[in-house]
């Protein structure tokens, strides 16, 4: 690997029974939580947060210390945090290990968040198909809870935490926050109007943090480390700071999470990280750089930033997969960073397959109560199905283009953006193939698993 | 015939209802419970449930029909997801889901004859990194290969 760092989030998914309390404090847990709620005030928290620059992990980048700053609770409101476990990005799988294998860790940064903001109770808000992280959750609060760590007096300290877990029972959506917060009231799942933010009027019409498993899993390094050096461990710093969890999934040979400083390149993500391609024959097509919403990238498109004040103009004239993963490089390469979990594409994939896979997953997941979002996604699945299927005309790809626009900022919530951005991404980046496909008139014959297929069927097939 | 937890799982709703502030935010995890103990959430558990949290049925019927995991038809003894979104899908996915098919004679959506199994095709169970995979109950099994699958299928065929 690129930097001799040691393990810091995942320093304990090493080590045997991390689940363990006693196992996790003997690996330095609940340290900072102790020296938190022990001996700093919560403004001091606040600022050391402020100064680690932790960019949102759950997509949208947003600084974790400016959103705590939003509060400004009235006589008499209760404060809530509430922990966004509903991790269903496609590509995203990192929030998963960090509730299966170091649980204390989400524990211990809450203890911290919720003195830091005020808060005396939260809610972990977890998909309901991870039903293991859910009962890792538990069975690790229930060993806190029998410490005293979480409870009236956590460390000895007179600032009463109560924290639960709270299952989902699947819904994408649900990982968008006020419809997280929706069904955290038993409703579904529906996005709320904003404002009100949920720094306002959030949980049960109260003052609500949301925050991601990952954010708040950093939080005790901060604390431990002080904002500033946790802030300078990434090659970004100070505008987005630290380390954080990369995942990696489709045709490399290595997929998996991995830690590293924030601002490694796609390309060390993919050849060190990941192993490199599946298949030394079959070169890197396209990746999507952070879960199914963020624009694909192309290796051989060539960054054009040739002013001086231009953001990238450090890598003008490199390859996109070249340009450091941060919140705001991506976000000027016309992409995002997104939850930073890539899916790779190998030459083997046709990327209007690909496209269509995608748009399924939106049709399927969109909530419904916006018209642009609910009929666009299922118009841009069925424009898609009659190319794949060979009866694609020639408009249609314009008219893809055109759905997209339509949907965009013109709905509740983020999630019409975030079908309409990858879909327009795809049309941008490789109309040449659904020119071609459009004009075949024929079916394509392609499965994406085309260059994994063997290893599947292996001696059974 | 009416819908009612036992008494050990009734004495869960009532420690849940201690987690909020006011009854209905227990109604998702309350019809968890219910739906593990009839298999699928009936009409007569939407009347329990609707009563127990001082709700009317619409809005339970409401907050079922939006979620994917609550069943609102009988399912077989054991239910498979198959992820078939992108990352699962360049991993062989596809594959997967037709060896399914042919193992248990029937399409996605389906029960098997047998009863035992009930197929569904799932969005991103966020495994990406161990695709292809497959949920049965609470388990996910990963990096499957249709041998490792068979060996899987015939575990719980063994044990239901």
């Not at chain 1, 005293?148 to 968008?176: D, M, R």
């Not at chain 1, 997280?180 to 009027?201: C, Y």
């Not at chain 1, 450090?314 to 000027?332: L, N, Q």
Request: aromatic share 8%; glycine share 10%.
């Amino acid at each position: 690997m690129s930097d001799d760092q040691k393990p810091i989030l995942t320093a304990r998914y090493g080590v045997a029974n991390a689940t363990d309390l006693e196992v996790a404090e003997k690996h330095g847990a609940y340290r900072a939580a102790r020296k938190a709620l022990l001996s700093m005030q919560p403004e001091a928290i606040r600022e050391e947060v402020k100064k680690a620059s932790i960019r949102g992990r759950g997509g949208a980048g947003f600084p974790a210390g400016v959103k705590w700053g939003f509060l400004a609770p009235k006589e008499g409101e209760r404060v809530y945090l509430v922990i966004n476990g509903d991790e269903s990005e496609p590509g995203t799988f990192k929030d998963r290990t960090i509730m299966n294998k170091d649980p204390h860790r989400l524990i211990e940064g809450i203890l911290i968040a919720c003195y830091a903001i005020g808060a005396h109770a939260c809610y972990i808000y977890v998909r309901g198909e991870l039903a293991h992280s859910i009962k890792s959750l538990d069975a690790a609060l229930a060993q806190a809870r029998a410490k005293g760590y979480v409870g009236e007096k956590p460390f000895g300290k007179p600032y009463p935490i109560e924290i639960y877990t709270h299952t989902g029972a699947g819904a994408y959506i649900c990982g968008e926050e006020t419809a997280l917060l929706n069904s955290l009231e038993g409703r579904r799942g529906e996005p709320r109007l904003k404002p009100p933010f949920p720094a306002i009027k959030g949980a049960f019409g109260q003052p609500t943090i949301v925050n991601n498993v990952e954010t708040i899993a950093a939080v005790p390094d901060v604390v431990e480390m002080g904002g500033e050096s946790w802030c300078n461990l990434s090659r970004l710093a100070p505008a987005d700071g630290g380390i954080r969890l990369y995942g990696i999934s489709g045709h490399v040979k290595r997929p998996g999470v991995y830690e590293a400083p924030v601002g490694i390149t796609m390309r060390e993500l993919i050849y060190d990280y990941g192993g490199g391609m599946l298949h030394d024959d079959r070169p890197l097509k396209g990746v999507i750089p952070g879960g199914s919403s963020t624009p694909v990238l192309r290796p051989d498109l060539k960054i054009d930033a040739k002013k001086a004040d231009h953001p990238l103009h450090k890598w003008h004239g490199m390859s996109e997969i070249d340009v450091p993963m941060g919140v705001d490089t991506y976000r000027a390469l016309g992409t995002m960073l997104g939850t930073c979990c890539a899916i790779v594409m190998d030459t083997s994939v046709n990327m209007v397959e690909a496209c269509r896979n995608l748009m399924r997953f939106y049709k399927h997941e969109s909530c419904g109560q916006c018209t642009p979002c609910r009929e666009g996604s299922g118009w841009l699945v069925d424009t898609l199905t009659e190319i794949c299927e060979g009866r694609g005309k020639p408009e249609d790809v314009h008219r893809l283009v055109e759905i997209s626009n339509n949907m965009m900022g013109n709905t509740i919530c983020a999630f019409a953006d975030g079908t309409a951005m990858p879909m327009l991404g795809f049309v941008q980046k490789f109309r040449e193939e659904f020119v071609a496909a459009v004009e075949k008139g024929r079916p394509l014959e392609v499965r994406h698993d085309d260059s994994t297929i063997a290893l599947v069927r292996g001696r059974a097939a | 015939m009416a819908f009612a937890l036992t008494p050990e799982r009734d004495r869960e709703v009532d420690e849940l209802l201690t987690h909020y502030p006011n009854k209905r935010a227990a109604l998702i995890p309350v019809l968890w419970i219910c739906q593990r103990q009839n298999g699928w959430v009936s009409p007569e558990v939407i009347d329990f449930v609707a009563t127990r949290l001082d709700l009317s049925t619409a809005i339970v019927k409401g907050v079922v029909t939006f979620y994917t995991m609550f069943f609102q038809h009988p399912v077989g003894s054991h239910v498979i997801w198959v992820c078939r979104t992108l990352s699962c899908d360049l991993r062989g996915a596809k594959a997967i889901q037709e060896h399914l098919e042919e193992k248990l004679g029937c399409h996605a959506g389906g029960t098997s004859k047998d009863g035992k199994f009930t197929l569904l095709k799932a969005e991103c169970l966020a495994a990406c990194g161990q695709a292809p995979m497959v949920q049965i109950d609470d388990d996910y099994h990963e990096n499957l290969t249709l041998e490792k699958l068979d060996r899987i299928l015939e575990s719980y065929r063994a044990g239901a």
